[in-house]
């Protein structure tokens, strides 16, 4: 290609990259217009009540993401089933291509049965709609399932108990890409000690599946200036999404 051709696409590529971040950065701003109610993301959700406890599945050969949410039935491996209103499982599109991993439910997620419904879940609502997609797209979970008291952080032996059942949830996903939320999820997925600040903006392998570490939402609502390299982290996964696309079986 002639170079002055090359030059003038590569000026578009950088205008319409800056547009979409001017964009992202609006939709990204006061972004507290009122709770989602349970229902209003209800696609594919899987709750307790609808799955019948009598039909015993083992975790080993749990084949569908009912199964699992089956096999974790009324949990109480670790203490934090005392003080839950609710167990949040997770929810979304059972065959995303990409799934969000955050640390644990807070408040709202504990009383609604749903991840990231608070604050900083609207706040990655818009990340996602930013990013041309919507939540019944994605698939959104968490290390833990239960909220920890006072939102303190998670402990290894909850973690260790409850991994397993992520572990499972992406094996059956089986997205193209993973985008872990924060230290937690980044240090647990990736089973590393290094800071976010380093192991973002880049993608990492778990389980041969291109994972993305990038800040939580939470912490983006502390420092909005981080909201840049959210933007840099979620581009490359739109790019790693657009590569593959068609070549994924949809169903
Ligand atoms: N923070 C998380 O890590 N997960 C949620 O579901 C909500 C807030």
Redesign the pocket.
């Known amino acids: 290609m002639d170079s002055h051709i090359e030059l003038q696409e590569e000026l578009l590529q950088l205008i319409s990259s800056l547009r979409r971040f001017i964009q992202f950065e609006k939709d990204t701003k006061g972004h507290c217009p009122g709770m989602f109610l349970r229902g209003d993301v209800a696609h594919h959700s899987t709750t307790f009540e609808e799955i019948h406890e009598d039909d015993e599945i083992s975790y080993d050969t749990a084949v569908t993401l009912d199964d699992v949410r089956r096999e974790l039935g009324d949990c109480r491996r670790c203490g934090l089933y005392q003080g839950r209103k609710n167990i949040?499982f997770g929810e979304g599109n059972h065959t995303a291509e990409l799934v969000f991993v955050?640390?644990?439910?807070?408040q709202?997620?504990d009383i609604q049965g749903?991840?990231?419904?608070?604050r900083?879940?609207q706040l990655?609502t818009r990340i996602i709609e930013a990013m041309g997609l919507a939540r019944k797209d994605v698939y959104?979970?968490?290390?833990l399932k239960c909220r920890p008291p006072g939102?303190r952080n998670p402990k290894p032996d909850e973690i260790s108990v409850c991994e397993p059942f992520l572990i499972k949830q992406l094996e059956i996903i089986q997205p193209k890409v993973i985008c872990a939320?924060?230290t937690?999820?980044a240090r647990t997925l990736l089973k590393t000690d290094v800071p976010i600040s380093l192991l973002r903006g880049k993608f990492h392998l778990y389980q041969g599946i291109k994972l993305m570490p990038t800040y939580?939402?939470?912490y983006l609502l502390r420092n909005p200036g981080a909201k840049k390299q959210v933007w840099e982290d979620v581009q490359m996964i739109m790019k790693e999404l657009k590569e593959g696309i068609g070549s994924r079986d949809s169903g």
């Open positions: 949040v955050g640390e644990a439910p807070g709202q997620e749903n991840p990231f419904v608070g900083a879940g990655l959104i979970c968490n290390i939102n939320l924060g937690f999820a939580h939402p939470a």
